[in-house]
């Protein structure tokens, strides 16, 4: 398995085939911008020539809340979507995506919000902070351990 960075190739497209079964499209077919305006990047993971992955990270992010047991504000790179395709899910594909993502940002601390993902972010060693304000509301926080 590799890493691809992928580039959105002009305005208003993805970065991202459409036709690729198993994938979120409403994720990764919206959202457009010109393509100078992107500030994101965006990743598949590959084996081959058949795509298991895609992942959007802001290499700029920023964790403004207060959370217990952390410092904020905290620069790193914020992982904002992550998928693997549905057919390949819990197989070890997104444990290995993450540590390739963690090898090209190693000299950032990454993060992510997660949305119904808790157990998969733990799982890969990447711990949760509450809310200092307690407010269940928002979605759980997880900092990388690396």
Known sequence: MELRQVFQPADYQSAFE????????????????????????????FDGGDELARVEVDPNGTIFADYLGLRTPMPG???????????????????????????AYADQTMFAFS??????????????????DGDAAYRPLFVSAG
Do not use: H, M
């Not at 914020?78 to 993450?98: C, K, L, N, Q, Y």
């Open 18 to 45: 459409a036709d690729v079964a198993g994938f979120n499209t409403t994720w990764w077919g919206q959202r457009l911008k010109r393509a100078t305006d992107v500030r994101v990047d965006t990743f598949s993971v």
């Open 115 to 132: 949305e119904g993902a808790d157990v998969f972010w733990a799982s890969v060693g990447w711990r949760r902070f509450p809310r200092a």
């Open 77 to 103: 790179a914020e992982v904002t979507f992550f998928e693997v395709r549905a057919d390949r899910r819990r197989s070890g594909i997104g444990r290995a995506a993450v540590r390739f993502l963690r090898a």
